[in-house]
Nanobody, 127 residues
Framework: QVQLVESGGGLVQAGGSLRLSCAAS????????MGWFRHAPGKEREFVAA???????TTYADSVKDRFTISTDNAKNTDLQMNSLKPEDTAVYYC?????????????????????WGQGTQVTVSS
């Protein structure tokens, strides 16, 4: 089992930046995918970005592409750098771990592939 703790959320004006961090503990293996999802009021939880644990491959939602960057340091930390923030980015952001044990495999954006979740961190972007 993997324990995940997010940090770095807060209040920022539109156009500003925030950096979210996810600290993982427990049994993480090199084949894991780490993902960020978000949940805004009145909406379903949605995919934001994902990265393979070795950092070789990244996937982004179209809504955040070219504004957000996901990274991992191979020391059980996964960060999400968020630039040019918009009010519609306001949500609770969650870090999640996908052990890639599924057959057939889920794509990195598929929420069903993720089994371990953090408690979430609030991001609020004011206009």
């Amino acid at each position: 089992q993997v324990q995940l703790v997010e940090s770095g959320g807060g209040l920022v004006q539109a156009g500003g930046s925030l950096r979210l961090s996810c600290a993982a503990s427990g049994s993480i293996f090199t084949n894991y995918i780490m993902g960020w999802f978000r949940h805004a009021p009145g909406k379903e939880r949605e995919f934001v970005a994902a990265i393979t644990w070795t950092g070789g491959n990244t996937t982004y939602a179209d809504s955040v592409k070219d504004r957000f960057t996901i990274s991992t340091d191979n020391a059980k930390n996964t960060d999400l750098q968020m630039n040019s923030l918009k009010p519609e980015d306001t949500a609770v952001y969650y870090c999640a771990a996908n052990p890639r044990v599924w057959s057939p495999p889920f794509p990195p954006s598929e929420i069903r592939g993720y089994v371990d979740w953090g408690q979430g961190t609030q991001v609020t972007v004011s206009s």
